[in-house]
């Protein structure tokens, strides 16, 4: 199975945080400037943050990378890939797919 090598060119899930949780979550994140999104009870939210393991645009520690890396996008509960992924037919989500919703 392939992994991630950066084919999206901008380390895009390096650069995000994201999960689910419920309105009241997803309401405190959208004060903190996450972008919310919904999927009938789920509310999605996407945050911007780079890693801190990210530099010049490569992971620096990718032998020693988290499980959670190195099986993404299919190795986490949601998972959500901008469209130019080429792996988002195992992402949960497809960010384009996805209309944000104001709380
Ligand atoms: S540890 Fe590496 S692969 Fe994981 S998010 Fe950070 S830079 Fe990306
Ligand atoms: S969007 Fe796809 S190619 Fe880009 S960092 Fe995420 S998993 Fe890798």
């Known amino acids: 199975m392939s ?34 999104y919904r999927d009938g009870d789920r509310y999605l939210c996407i945050g ?23 099986g993404f996008p299919n190795s986490s509960d949601v998972s959500i890939v901008p469209k130019a992924c080429p792996l988002k037919d195992r992402a949960t989500y497809v960010l384009e797919d996805l209309e944000e919703v104001k709380l």
């Open 3 to 36: 992994s991630c090598n950066n084919e999206c060119g901008n380390n895009w899930c390096c650069r995000h945080i994201l999960g689910s949780t419920d309105k009241a979550g997803a309401k405190l994140l959208q004060m903190r400037n996450f972008k919310v």
């Open 48 to 70: 911007t943050k780079k890693c801190r393991h990210l530099k010049d645009g490569k992971c620096k520690i990718y032998m020693d990378r988290p499980d959670v890396c190195k």
